[in-house]
């Protein structure tokens, strides 16, 4: 390059600013259908381990503590932006982010989707079992309330052992002890 272009690039960038792009401090601008980060919303999740099972990366864990909830763990520091869990998540508590870029920082604290996510009790029997996403419960009841969650809560055993007046009664019963 001549001295007279690199004094000119030297004057354009003195009077328009710098040319490179202001990322981080500016979030890059990507094209439509972008596949950006998957965020993750714990309400939505039940736990099914889809997404854990198909990630080629490995970005993904969960694990049972003790009974009590599970936790759930997505590593963006790993993670390859393939959208896998998206598809693979039957109850959308993944869904893909479009507007932000591949950064990732140097401090892995800020690249990890931590939560824990509570089992629930059958109202009827009382064993714990994964607490329906909300989505499901709403598909079910059109709310998302106590009642609800309840209703959506009764286990596999239960609903086929119980008719439907047991069910109706050991809720009615559930919901007034835990008012
Ligand atoms: S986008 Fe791909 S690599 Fe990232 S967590 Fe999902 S399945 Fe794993
Ligand atoms: S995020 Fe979706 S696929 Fe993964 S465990 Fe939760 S419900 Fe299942």
Request: aromatic residues 10%.
């Amino acid at each position: 390059m001549l001295f007279g272009e690199i004094f000119g690039k030297l004057i354009d960038t003195l009077v328009g600013g710098p040319v490179v792009k202001p990322f981080p401090k500016e979030p890059v601008k990507v094209p439509p259908k972008w596949r950006g980060k998957p965020i993750y919303d714990d309400e939505d999740c039940t736990g099914c381990r889809q997404c854990e099972r198909v990630c080629p990366a490995n970005a993904i864990t969960i694990e049972d503590k003790k009974g009590e909830f599970f936790s759930y763990e997505l590593n963006y520091g790993v993670c390859i932006y393939c959208w896998y869990c998206i598809d693979a998540c039957p109850t959308k508590a993944l869904t893909g982010d479009d507007h932000s870029g591949l950064y990732v920082s140097n401090d892995r604290t800020k690249d990890l989707i931590k939560s824990g996510v509570p089992y629930v009790e059958c109202p009827v029997c009382g064993t714990k079992v994964l607490r329906p996403s909300r989505s499901i419960v709403i598909k079910q009841f059109g709310k998302y309330d106590a009642e609800s969650l309840a209703r959506a809560s009764v286990c596999p055993k239960c609903r086929r052992e119980k008719s439907a007046e047991e069910i109706d009664q050991a809720v009615r019963d559930y919901l007034s002890a835990n008012e």
